[in-house]
């Protein structure tokens, strides 16, 4: 429903959200590059919050790297922390939890990932998910290679170990090619900042040029805060080799139609950041205009839920004339969750977050938009809130397609049947949150205000969309191993 | 500017803010009193973000307190914690600093405060300021007292101490006419809990019942979040006495007209408070209106700063018709001071806090509603931040009026000469922002806004406006003695 | 038995041991006199692990402190904290627990205690106990104070705010008159360090000179440390008054003769120290060697039980010419209690903390030495662990008599009828050990090691052996309160 | 000097000592391996105090690990860690430091290491030092392996990951064919318990039973903590694979003469561990006699320098008859260095640990016994302490030969240049040291005391003694690699 849900602290009733899994950043040719990288990360945080680590090269103290649990703030602000990460060069991670062990993840499965190779050290940082990690790893310990993490990702590190080729571009090229699924990968040498993005270009990489050095990032906040200019978007299928001189592109694939993940735009990507040309708050406010036409609705007052629906929100007053007010109030300490009095407190776990604006909301015709509905647990409960407050009717409206199908590309989806949509239509959603309305923005509708003024289509699809309508770009082969069923051909 | 300015770990450039100074809470009646006040204090930690207290009685156990540095979410939600913390009856704190050692709090000067009597224990939690402490404290030191903490409410405790009345109540009463300034008070003993605000009433105070029980807060969000229903507010001048059966109401003090602080409207409560039977949101949207009919402008776009500009910003588009846009854009993760690169970055410490939608941005004419200017520093830097986004035009618009006064009711503000407004008019200050207009909410107007039609009335204020007016309804004696000049009799 | 019993992090099945509740320590005339302080402290931990505090005064800064739980060398050794104590007089004071709340001690009950006055402040170190707290408590409380510990020793300081003298060496001698107990007191004003000793004497004080400054200490070995000159102990009634310049002399109380604590010379003073001229090492030798000639016994080896019983086995095998051996090995690393296997260990406690030399103990004869016998409790396990080891036989030698009373002068004992020498005799507590042999030395022969060569002389005792005769020198009065009965008259 | 030179918080002037470095301990077939594993390793918590770690399996949940910096004591004693280490086999190992990064060693340097082969996990921890790693890990990382740590041990796991072997026994054996050096490992699988010795036996490792099950430890005092039986020495070159059934031994390696650490013996392990039949106290009491009878001298008493000297100090008295006495105190609660205060205190590094028993000690002619002497620098600090508190004169007597080599089988060694014995006669030594006699045992006279009767077979000598010879048994390829000049052949 909202960043706040992204809390690693947040152990609340329910986990009613999609969670990106990863941000990642690189920078070169800059004084200091473990100061510029905390600084992207720190903008990045929103893509993962339970852990973060950097790694840099100095020509005379060599490698170094931090690896932490939590924030960015609290990790890579020290001076002590600091001046162990000397150099001129240098990448950094966020992650949200891995392939691996949710739940448990140990302090080695917090990237980037080290390796020492005969010609010199390599790191890399890794945002998506290889979906044949498992065959990948078994065959990588069967010749003797020793994992030290359950993160799909270390298999990159181990394919280059073993790779025949002289150089380490060429031996990540060399490893990529073994590796399927979304990838956005940045990595290191001791001289060289290398950026990759897989095929379909499922996941976003953007470069930047700061001073006289350069810098890669998952997204253009993260050139932002450290007043970098925006160059492009590394492209789908490309490498790009940038040492402090200059930057080479490479393609080491075969080439492919790009599908770039929809969900970003929706909830994912920070709304200051730029995706193809436009900001993602005009994207968001666009989808509620998008809404407003296909789903009007008497009433008094359109209120997000706050506050990732607040763009789409704004979008839809504007577009439907309702006015706009902040009908809920999100506390701004949220974070632990407290001990219940034994006069136990309805709702309580949402109350800790959120608080509804009684004295506004009395007596009103409310419309409520939020940005996705994932498992309905949340939504139910500011349901009950607005109601409580003594709202006169309630209506949803979501600013994305029903969220059907899990993702296996780098996004932390519940398995299939803990989704809301995945077991219910339309119709029997509202009945079970008991609202007076629920309307999802259509998928044409989202693709149109995404900009495909055409909408989506349906032969070549523009964008990956898997999650809504189950066609998923890239054969998710562990999934399918461990009992996935796809969705039956039509 | 906004709430992630009092962030106690924010030791950015500037501190261009007013802050409240404590909130308080107590309840009794029920099974877990320091369950429901950890969750009150959570819901209050806008009001005091640098520590917190809380003390229990238990009939068994008797008085237990914790009194810790740092939010509730950290201190108040460990099983182990709050197992020392049993019984019925309880009262708790949160403050930001006190009238006492700024910058060098000590643990011994957060609330509440305890003492131990002939007839029993007693804890006191207190909301605004002494104006005479010093004085008082003088005083006791020459009859024996030990003063434990250098806060001026400590005084409350000793002089009730020294009392020669039977009963707590009235020893309170007692101590409490001896007092100056502005303060309401939550005591409690073994058995009654106990409220009081000053004659003018300055500080707010509110009761709500809560199953069986009842309890008192700062503010009626304290009360949504335990699900209590909100009774009444305290009156100015009057003592309510709360045992597990009843309420009785007394009046201690010479009768005299109530004087709020109208700044708790403009910034200090929750939006989602109810100030006078209205929402603090609705005044603030009401404040933005009065704005726009008072100072239009022509402009594409209205961006609140985030995030107490908000609702004013929401105000004055709706009566404007200007659309409404997020065109700054909050990090999540505010939190400590990054070390800046040697290749240093324009205005980093906003940025670490702040980002520019810049494509929204971009070409446009942009008025930025703010609740207040203190210093201008950050004001100054938005500005620049904007601009470099390709703005067209800036204009500022303040929801409240130029703060040329420090307050000595509770509100840590800045020394009379570093207010912006204390050595400048409105066009020096628009100057010196360098924006293309900048305007204040004018002192009727705000008055308009809270629900005086009139407007202030000049020879009977309505409401406690010293930081706008100079006009101090209680005289700051310790201040005077320490060389404050007040406003010159016109 | 041993010092590791004394560690606070020891949660072991049993307590057997008498503490000493606190070292003190005070400087005047010094560059740092929290340095100084620090290592002082350092040196006493033995005698208070559980918690320290050091306070200082600075012309420029005024009166600072630092008071804290655990240890000296971990609370007082960053550049961070001392930092925050300047100035060149200070005190300091380290507690093993009060007569106060035991088992929740509040860092409020951590020394030094500090007032302010009208004249200034002052700060006061305790070591020992009031036998009339509860009475000065109650009357202090009747006229107004509010104690913020459960110490006794605060008594003293409201005394002295209360005093109607002029200045603060005057406030104290005025406090003291009205106390009762056992007290060394160590007090600092801006410019004054103060040390005083109860009429008795009963616990240690001694005076250095160190540089251009003075020091004073409960032990020489405060001394050693910091490469003082040790000069003369303070006298029993004795106040001392030391500037920067000099050392004055006075005599408040009424003569009497004194009563020094003989357990001193036993087990609570460092046996680096000095008492009486001679080092308590040679001492508990001389105690050993007497103990050999009162209680012979043919055997193979003599052991201590490490570390307090060594100097005493020394003697013993000195005077009897039967070899010391270390029988019984301590681990330097012991601590906190380690979770036992569902296969229970016998005796895990011990084995903790002690392993015995199974090899060398092996068919041998084995003597015993420990200091005391408390509860006994530790004496059985180990009597246990030596026979499982295949000792032949088990002799027990205690260099101290059988330990009957509690002791009410600033010693934590267990209550009478948990020292196993209050309900039984000797016999009865060798047949309870299970041992071969059981020998207390005889209280005349106490005497006589400590230097009194006619021993304990019955009509005008030369120290105050309460804990082994019941003859109280000052009458407790708080525990005849509390239901404490004394000795019958004989 | 002394085992409180090994604490990881002194950071005293001089770290003045020999090192073991690691300690090692397994167990199999019991309800909670874990909780026998944290007794054992806090009983070897001398051989390595930096950090430790414990991996156990669970037929339900797999291999867990704990790995952590710090005491035993303070990391695997809670509830909450041990609760995620079930399982009825277990290893641990604690270590001082590695071979890798000296003063910077990171988490993943902490054994036991884990690998996950085809077969199944496997975890080892090791105790020496591979003298060949260098090179073997310069093979590895050509053939694509991925090393996590500096540690020389980690080779042995990768070695094993690309064994062509079947089963992990025989992998092990395998691995453990190409490494040179000293290495006594314990190794655990799913089921089995492996312990082995390197063909010279250079490190101890013994076996026990206890209960049901067995253990296998670095030294005996580990079986003594948790009630295990000790049945026999694993033996040079031996190889033991324990299941909860039998112990079946195997013979890896070409046979050879056994050279165990005769270093054990004077200083690394525990005074009540044995070793080849008689505790290790019993031999330094006979060094000390040994050393009396080889090197008289008149005197009035003999002292040890503690706690490391005492057993030989005894020895030495019992066969000269001059008394023993305890000259030196050692303070029981050293730990971190103080801030000295500006007024510099003689030997102040020194004071922190010891103090001299002044009045015992003053007019005396005094024997000190240590056990080694390494750089000399805490020798010299010493000695001065013993002339300042006036004794007469000085004879250092010490309880092994000139150490003049260091060592390169797990032992922490100054570089040859910082051991006073390699450029300095044992005249030399005592003109530098300014002491009134030094003098150190023979080697033969060490030799003896271990129970050769007739001293040290220079053809074959019974011991590795490298450290005092020169003779290194093993030949140090890495080091020489380095630049090490190995004696010239005489």
């Not at 690896?67 to 950094?92: A, C, E, H, K």
């Not at 990507?269 to 900001?279: A, E, Q, Y």
């Not at 296996?408 to 079970?432: C, I, S």
């Not at 969309?465 to 082969?477: E, K, M």
Request: net charge negative; glycine share 10%; with cysteine.
């Amino acid at each position: 429903m909202t960043d706040w849900l992204s809390n690693p602290f947040d152990t609340g009733p329910d986990d009613d959200k999609l969670r990106e899994e990863c941000g990642i950043f690189g920078v070169v040719g800059v004084s200091s590059a473990a100061n510029f990288t905390a600084l992207g990360l720190h903008a990045l945080q929103h893509r993962g919050q339970e852990a973060g680590g950097i790694v840099v090269h100095d020509p005379d103290q060599g490698f170094n790297s931090v690896r932490r649990f939590g924030y960015v703030r609290d990790n890579f602000t020290s001076q002590d922390v600091m001046d162990t990460l000397p150099g001129p060069i240098g990448i950094g991670h966020v992650r949200y939890s891995t392939s691996g062990s949710k739940g448990a993840t140990a302090i080695r499965d917090v990237q980037p990932f080290f390796g020492e190779f005969a010609m010199g050290g390599a790191a890399i940082a890794h945002n998506g998910n290889i979906t044949n990690a498992d065959a990948l790893r078994r065959e990588l310990i069967e010749r003797g290679s020793i994992f030290q993490s359950s993160s799909d990702s270390e298999c990159i590190i181990h394919l280059m170990a073993r790779s025949l080729q002289r150089n380490i571009p060429e031996r990540m090229k060399d490893a990529l090619r073994r590796v399927e699924g979304a990838f956005s990968v940045i990595a290191m040498t001791r001289t060289k900042l290398i950026g990759v993005r897989d095929p379909l270009g499922v996941r976003p990489l953007v470069i930047g040029q700061v001073g006289d050095g350069w810098c890669l990032a998952s997204e253009t906040c993260a050139l932002d805060i450290i007043g970098a200019t925006f160059l492009r978007e590394v492209e789908p299928g490309e490498m790009v080799v940038i040492t402090e001189d200059k930057v080479t592109s490479h393609r080491p694939f075969e080439p492919a139609r790009p599908r770039f993940c929809i969900f970003e735009h929706v909830y994912f990507s920070r709304p200051d950041s730029i995706l193809g040309g436009r900001s993602v708050y005009e994207t968001r406010e666009a989808i509620g205009r998008e809404l407003a036409k296909e789903s009007p609705v008497e009433a008094d007052v359109v209120c997000p839920v706050p506050d990732s629906g607040t763009p789409a929100a704004i979008g839809y007053s504007l577009e439907s004339g309702i006015p706009y007010a902040m009908g809920i109030i999100r506390n701004q300490y949220v974070g632990r969750t407290f001990i219940e009095p034994s006069e136990s407190i309805r709702n309580m776990g949402v109350r800790l977050k959120l608080n509804v604006n009684r004295a506004l909301i009395r007596g009103k015709r409310v419309i409520l938009v939020d940005d996705s509905v994932v498992r309905g647990t949340t939504s139910r409960k500011i349901k009950e809130m607005i109601l409580d407050a003594g709202a006169a009717e309630v209506h949803f409206r979501i600013a994305s397609p029903p969220t059907a199908w899990p993702c296996f590309y780098g996004v932390d989806t519940p398995q299939r049947e803990k989704l809301l949509a995945a077991t219910m239509t339309e119709d029997e959603m509202r009945d079970h949150l008991q609202v007076d309305s629920l309307r999802f923005i259509s998928l044409d509708g989202l693709y149109r205000a995404v900009g495909e003024a055409r909408g989506r289509d349906p032969d070549a699809p523009q964008y990956c969309d898997a999650c809504f309508s189950g066609d998923y770009p890239v054969v998710p082969a562990d999934q399918l191993e461990r009992g996935f069923a796809m969705k039956a051909a039509e």
